[in-house]
Structures are given as C-alpha cells and as structure tokens.
Nanobody, 128 residues
C-alpha cells in the first residue's frame, strides 16, 4: 500500500488543521494507522494512532486534548489538530500496518518499528 499525507501548512498559534492520510494500491480500511512527526534535529516521535476498526485510539501526552485521530470505513484517516503551538511544528507522517486478522482489528500501535508503510510527510508550521 502507498500512503499520502496531506493537509499541512503555515498557521498561527491557536489555529487548527486537518491532516489526511490516503492510500493507493489497497484500501486503508484493513490497516491500523498512526501519525508521527519529526521536527528539525529531532527523532521521529509518536503523535496518535487508531486501530483498524476505529474502536481504539492512543495519543502522545503532548497532544492529548488537542489532536483527534479518526476514520470512517474506506475514507482517509484524519488527524485533527487544534490549539496548535509552535512546538507542534514538524513534518507529519502517516504510517500503516496490515491488520486484516480479526484479533488485530482493535490493536493500536505506537512505535515507529511497528509500522510497515509510510507516507511522504506533510509540513506543519506554527508561528508564534
């Protein structure tokens, strides 16, 4: 599966953005999906993740209450960013791991090494 992350841009502190993760080749509905970000000079870090069936989500402490990850069937997986801060500035990547078996449908994955497929990233810049 090939992933495309989009929706980034330049915003001001307190603004909102919605990032989208779309797939080609195979439907994204059979994958658990995560969002990660990487700021200049820093390692890639976990932001949010959602299980294949959408029943479970997880967030990094730094974004809890401000970001929301959600999905609807075959549609893109979205990451709603609200109350943005300058420290949220980074390239945001979506990632996916196949979760076709029923016992995997509710699993949320938060580590970089758990994901098999990565999108190209979309830049979010938050000015103060």
């Amino acid at each position: 599966v090939q992933l495309q992350a989009s929706g980034g841009g330049l915003v001001q502190t307190g603004d909102s953005l919605r990032l989208s993760c779309t797939s080609s080749g195979r439907t994204i509905s059979t994958y658990a999906v995560g969002w990660f970000r990487q700021a200049p000079g820093k390692e890639r870090e976990f932001v949010a993740a959602i299980s294949r069936n959408g029943a479970n989500t997880d967030y990094a402490d730094s974004v809890k209450g401000r970001f929301t990850i959600f999905r609807h069937n075959d549609n893109p997986v979205y990451l709603q960013l609200s109350s943005l801060k300058p420290e949220d500035t980074a390239v945001y990547y979506c990632a996916a791991v196949f979760a076709g078996a029923s016992f995997r449908s509710s699993v949320v994955r938060t580590r970089v090494d758990e994901y098999s497929y990565w999108g190209q990233g979309t830049l979010v810049t938050v000015s103060s």
